[in-house]
T-cell receptor
């Protein structure tokens, strides 16, 4: 079993739909990262969080440390949101070393 | 916008050649990383550095080597490329704090024939 599990692996939505991607992890962490990877391969950091909730535009990330679970929500989805969304965890003493989930492929149709 | 650069972006090379993938950042970050990603697969850490003259191997075994002689520069070298080294290589950096956002370069897509 991987240390970081994401679900679903593939997600198709219609423009405007509310989207949720889930991430569960099995180790103690100091932080959890949500990343976005576009087809060209470039990766952008969306959020880094260790507790509670963060919001940036239409994106919201939450984490429940006790349940070892995080969610990434996209409100009013748009075709330009189509990408691979990756959850990664940073261990307690790892200082930047990330362990990655397998990614969720999101496709938003107009 | 992240100021982290990788060259070349694409490289096709024959078996046995020595190659160096370049990574530079202008943000003054102490921590730098190399990740390997096969198509459709998750990223794996292969090397990291916490500062000048500091390099460590990551979680995924790799035949590549790295050096960190200057803060801004973290090149990766393969002494003798093989087809099994075909992959995408991503460089990243983060700041000096205990928990910092990572900034990723655009990646180098390596094909070894």
């Amino acid at each position: 079993k991987n240390e970081v599990e994401q679900s679903p692996q593939n997600l198709t939505a219609q423009e405007g739909e509310f989207i949720t991607i889930n991430c569960s992890y099995s180790v103690g962490i100091s932080a959890l990262h949500w990343l976005q990877q576009h087809p060209g391969g470039g990766i952008v950091s969306l959020f880094m969080l260790s507790s509670g909730k963060k919001k940036h535009g239409r994106l919201i990330a939450t984490i429940n440390i006790q349940e070892k679970h995080s969610s990434l929500h996209i409100t009013a989805s748009h075709p330009r949101d189509s990408a691979v969304y990756i959850c990664a965890v940073e261990g307690g003493t790892s200082y930047g070393k990330l362990t990655f989930g397998q990614g969720t492929i999101l496709t938003v149709h107009p | 916008e992240a100021d982290i650069y990788q060259t070349p972006r694409y490289l096709v090379i024959g078996t046995g050649k020595k190659i160096t993938l370049e990574c530079s950042q202008t943000m003054g970050h102490d921590k730098m990383y190399w990740y390997q990603q096969d198509p459709g697969m998750e990223l794996h850490l292969i090397h990291y550095s916490y500062g000048v003259n500091s390099t460590e191997k990551g979680d995924l075994s790799s035949e590549s080597t790295v050096s960190r002689i200057r803060t801004e520069h973290f090149p990766l070298t393969l002494e003798s490329a093989r087809p099994s080294h075909t992959s995408q290589y991503l460089c990243a950096s983060s700041g000096t704090g205990g928990m910092d956002e990572q900034f990723f370069g655009p990646g180098t897509r390596l094909t070894v024939l």
